[in-house]
């Protein structure tokens, strides 16, 4: 899909830099996908103390070796 951004130039290009990243392409899309993900971590860290665990759960019982 096409699509016309204003990009700002230097900002690209440090990221282009940074990331080792040959195409402006493949910079923008590498950004997005660590957007979303990051993103998605954050969701999840918001659960942190929100989650019940059932009160037969045992941890140290799935540390055993297989």
């Known amino acids: 899909m096409a699509t016309n951004l204003q990009i700002n130039d230097h ?3 440090e990221a282009q ?3 080792r990243f040959r195409t402006k392409k493949e910079t923008v899309n590498q950004a997005l996908t ?3 993900q990051r993103r998605e971590q954050v969701r999840v860290l918001e659960l942190f103390g929100k989650v019940d665990l059932h009160p037969d759960y ?4 799935l540390r055993t070796k297989r």
């Open 11 to 13: 900002l690209l290009a």
């Open 17 to 19: 830099r940074v990331g």
């Open 34 to 36: 660590e957007f979303v």
């Open 58 to 61: 045992d941890p140290k019982k």
